[in-house]
């Protein structure tokens, strides 16, 4: 069977191997594919393999031989399901591979903001502590975690593992979430009250029509002035003109986010320049070990579809 990776580089920039997919079917990789050559490479394909080409109603239909998506990532909204549904195509995804990953970033942020070493580390290196005339200077104020609250919007697999890490450093941990769960050591609250009470807040929920913008000006107004936020979901979650301003106006002490709404961003993104606003690009899931998880697994999802017994299907 023909398979094709539609965009592959993100996954595997060349430290990984696709070997073990390449066993499976007669198999095709390409690094990126622009929007007017996904149908043409994916011709003849009954296996097809995306993180973000988008394949849609019109892309699924002039597919005629495709039978299986595989999106490379958790999120699926590249895949139009409906029209997989009524084509009979089968779209799986990668669940949970990236949990460890996503979680340390979420605290490389509020770790970042509260010690600020590569500033402080920075001013040595210029000579400041050569020429100070006491042994110790912090050029930011200093933080303890300890006793703080952090505040979860979401309590899936990373909103609980990024709580465990909370706990570890000593804090409070509360939560907002549609499904109870009952995590000993987490108190369950109102999502406003989340908002409130956190003294760093980080994201955990997926985009959809209810959450896009869920974090707006209204919400951001509850927060301490003192407060950080931390966003490594999806960046619709955040309006981020409303968070660039809240910024700016020292209603919220700073931000973390490792995803904007545009990817890659347009130079105008209001939180490129925003005060006290760490922006990294989109890399929390991206280390070698989460990478090479999510390979596995999607080696397995196609080996299972072509035994007869998909696995980790979404559509």
């Not at 690094?31 to 394909?45: H, I, K, M, S």
């Not at 070990?289 to 999607?298: G, K, Q």
Request: with cysteine; hydrophobic share 50%; glycine share 8%.
């Amino acid at each position: 069977m023909k398979l094709v990776v539609l965009d592959g580089y993100a996954t595997n920039p060349g430290d990984l191997s696709w070997a073990d997919l390449s066993a499976l079917a007669d198999c095709t990789v390409h690094a990126r594919t622009p929007p007017e050559l996904t149908v043409p490479r994916a011709a003849g394909a009954a296996l097809l393999l995306t993180n973000k080409t988008v394949l849609g109603r019109g892309e699924i239909a002039a597919l005629p031989e495709l039978r299986y998506i595989g999106v490379l990532a958790t999120g699926y909204n590249v895949v139009d399901l409906e029209a997989a549904r009524a084509a009979g195509v089968v779209v799986t995804n990668i669940p949970a591979y990236s949990t460890a990953s996503v979680a340390q970033t979420v605290f490389a942020f509020i770790l970042e903001f509260t010690q600020q070493v590569a500033l402080h580390a920075a001013s040595v290196r210029a000579g400041e502590w050569t020429r100070s005339i006491d042994f110790a200077y912090w050029k930011t104020p200093l933080v303890e975690l300890a006793g703080k609250t952090l505040g979860l919007v979401g309590l899936g697999t990373i909103g609980q593992a990024v709580a465990r890490i909370g706990q570890a450093f000593g804090m409070r941990v509360v939560a907002a979430t549609r499904t109870p769960r009952r995590f000993e050591g987490i108190e369950e609250l109102p999502l406003g009250e989340v908002f409130r009470q956190a003294d760093f807040l980080s994201l955990h929920c997926p985009l959809t029509p209810d959450t896009r913008h869920l974090v707006n000006a209204e919400r951001l107004a509850l927060m301490k002035p003192t407060a950080f936020l931390v966003n490594t979901s999806r960046g619709g979650v955040v309006d981020a003109r409303a968070l660039a301003d809240a910024l700016a106006a020292g209603r919220l002490a700073g931000a973390g986010v490792d995803v904007l709404d545009r990817e890659p961003p347009p130079a105008d993104d209001p939180l490129l320049a925003a005060p006290n606003c760490w922006v990294t690009p989109h890399l929390a899931w991206a280390t070698r070990e989460a990478r090479s998880r999510l390979l596995e697994t999607a080696v397995a999802n196609v080996r299972a579809f072509l035994d007869g017994q998909p696995r980790n299907v979404v559509s």
